[in-house]
């Protein structure tokens, strides 16, 4: 199982940046693929899940109006598009996969993690 996150980058408040997250080599039939993020010295928080059963999704309240995650089911990505980026939003992110029980909020029960990307916010 692979999972890998492009996409992140240096930007400034108010701008935009779109993480993608390409993953392979799991035959879940149903599942969902969430973004996480971790800044230093901070706990993991989700960020936004998608499912691949019916694309319901899960947005954490301080994204939610601002960022929007899509899948391309086809292509195996999902994308999370953010917009109004705050200094704040700075964190390593990463993309993981879950079958089964799972918390995206906090990223509990996810099955396997890709490597992240860095994404800056400059005020």
């Known amino acids: 199982v692979q999972l890998q996150a492009f996409g992140g980058g240096l930007v400034q408040a108010g701008g935009s940046l779109r993480l993608s997250c390409a993953y392979s080599?799991?035959?879940?039939?149903?599942?969902?693929i969430g973004w996480f993020r971790q800044a230093p010295g901070k706990e993991r928080e989700g960020i936004s899940c998608i499912s691949s059963k019916d694309g319901s999704t899960y947005y954490r309240y301080s994204v939610k109006g601002r960022f929007t995650i899509s899948s391309d089911n086809a292509k195996n990505t999902v994308f999370l598009q953010m917009n109004s980026l705050k200094p704040e939003d700075s964190a390593v992110y990463s993309c993981?996969?879950?079958?089964?029980?799972?918390?995206?909020?906090?990223?509990?029960?996810?099955?396997?993690w890709g490597k992240g990307t860095q994404v800056t916010v400059s005020s």
């Open positions: 993981a996969v879950a079958s089964g029980f799972h918390r995206c909020s906090t990223g509990y029960g996810m099955d396997y």
């Open positions: 080599g799991f035959t879940f039939d149903d599942y969902v």
